[in-house]
Structure formats: C-alpha cells, structure tokens
C-alpha cells in the first residue's frame, strides 16, 4: 500500500515563502505523477503543479512564476516550493501520486493521498 507523508506549511505573511514536502513510501511505480492539489472548505480539490517521474512539470496558471515543484526520484520525495504567496493562497494543500507519463488535473483520477498541510497567508 502507498503512503504519502507530507511535511512543511504553516502560516506566512503575504509576499512571502514555504515549502512543503512529500515522502511517498512502498511506491512500486516504474513511471509515475506526483501532483499537488489544494482544496478549500466547501470547493473541490483544485490542481495545484505536478512532477513526472522523468521530470515533466506542470502548472496551474494561478501559481505559475511563483511556485515551483521538484522532484528526488531516489528518495521517492517531491517539494512544492512555494514564493510570493497572497492571502489566497491559503487553503490545505494535498500531494498525490498515480501511475503512469501523463498528468491528469483531476483529483478523482489519483489513488494515494498524503494527510493534508494547512498554508495560511496573511495580508
């Protein structure tokens, strides 16, 4: 069975920096996605950025220019640096990881889902 251990977030003021971290363990994946998602009371999970196992990176165009994912494929982790945040940022914030090359932008599409880390952005 999969596990998704996120680490890192917690509260900033606006203009500000986090990073957040996700250590999947028992990944038997020879390819895999790695994305974040975030999700705010009472919305669905949005798409956030993603990273393929070769490295392929993707963007929602909300957080583009200002957040940055990375990937160590040897120690199975994924980081989500996150710069200039705004006050809308704030939400939890979820990693994910299916199989497979192609980045899919739904939720319902992933299988294995960290617990979750709260980011709040002052104003």
């Known amino acids: 069975q999969v596990r998704l251990v996120q680490s890192g977030g917690g509260l900033v003021q606006a203009g500000g920096s986090l990073r957040l971290s996700c250590t999947a363990s028992?990944?038997?994946?020879?390819?895999?996605?790695m994305t974040w998602f975030r999700q705010a009371p009472g919305r669905q999970r949005e798409f956030v950025a993603a990273?393929?196992?070769?490295?392929?990176?993707r963007y929602a165009d909300s957080v583009k220019d200002r957040f940055t994912v990375s990937g160590d494929n040897a120690k199975l982790t994924v980081l989500l640096q996150m710069d200039n945040l705004k006050p809308e940022d704030t939400t939890v914030y979820y990693c994910?990881?299916?199989?497979?090359?192609?980045?899919?932008?739904?939720?319902?599409?992933?299988?294995?889902w960290g617990q979750g880390t709260q980011v709040s952005v002052s104003s």
């Open positions: 994910a990881v299916r199989s497979g090359t192609i980045v899919v932008f739904v939720a319902s599409a992933y299988d294995y």
């Open positions: 028992d990944l038997t994946f020879s390819t895999y996605i």
């Open positions: 990273i393929s196992s070769g490295g392929t990176t």
